[in-house]
C-alpha cells in the first residue's frame, strides 16, 4: 500500500483543476504524491499569518498581508527574510531550500517569489512561483 498524505490546505469537494498541477482526486482528504504534498504545505506556510494557528504561534509568512503594501528593496528583503525562515523552520529534515528571490513582478504593484527547493529524499529539484 503506498503512503498517503493529508490534503494541506484541507478540502473536500468535486475534482478540480488547480493552477500548475494536474488533476486531483479532490473530495478525498488525502493525496498519494509527497511533491504535491509538500507543495501544498509550502503554500500554506507562505500564506498562513504569524499567529494564526494557535499552537504554533510563529508558524507562516503572511504573504496575503502584503497585498496591499508598498513595494520598495527593503520590503522585499523583509519578505525574503520572513519567508526563508519560515519554509526553514517548517521543513528543516524534508526539504533543501535552493535559491528563495522576491521581487516585483511584471505588472505593477506584484511582487513575484520565486522558491527552488528540492526534496532531501531524491535531491529532485522543483520550482514554486507565486504572484502576488
Known amino acids: 500500500m503506498s503512503p498517503r498524505f493529508i490534503a494541506d490546505p484541507f478540502s473536500l469537494g468535486p475534482p478540480l483543476v488547480r493552477a500548475g498541477t494536474g488533476l486531483r482526486r479532490e473530495g478525498l482528504s488525502e493525496t498519494g504524491d509527497f511533491r504535491t504534498h509538500v507543495r501544498d504545505r509550502i503554500m500554506a506556510v507562505l500564506f498562513t499569518r504569524p499567529a494564526e494557528r494557535v499552537m504554533r504561534p510563529r508558524f507562516g509568512a503572511g504573504l496575503d498581508a502584503q497585498v496591499f503594501q508598498n513595494i520598495s528593496p527593503l520590503a522585499l528583503s523583509a ?8 519554509l526553514e523552520a517548517v521543513f528543516g529534515d524534508e526539504v533543501l531550500l535552493e535559491d528563495l528571490t522576491v521581487s516585483e513582478g511584471e505588472d505593477q504593484g506584484s511582487i513575484l517569489v520565486t522558491i527552488d527547493y528540492a526534496l532531501k529524499r531524491d535531491r529532485a529539484p522543483e520550482r514554486l512561483e507565486v504572484v502576488l
Open 79 to 86: 519578505i525574503e527574510y520572513r519567508i526563508r525562515e519560515s
